[in-house]
């Protein structure tokens, strides 16, 4: 079972295109504190986009 203060925690990553796709991955805390940022694929604007860590 996952520990509360995990160092690789769940996170959700949310389009900045405003279209809702959301991706769920995990992050490793120590070597990523500030809120993550990764260019993915959003199949509703059928582009690749920013995606931002979701709280």
Known sequence: MAK?????PIIKLRSTAGTGTTYVTR???RND?????IRK???KVRAHV???EER
């Not at 509360?4 to 690789?8: A, E």
């Not at 504190?33 to 940022?37: F, G, H, I, N, T």
């Open 4 to 8: 509360h203060n995990d160092v690789r």
């Open 27 to 29: 992050k490793n805390r």
């Open 33 to 37: 504190p500030d809120r993550l940022v």
């Open 41 to 43: 694929y959003d199949p």
């Open 50 to 52: 920013d995606f931002r």
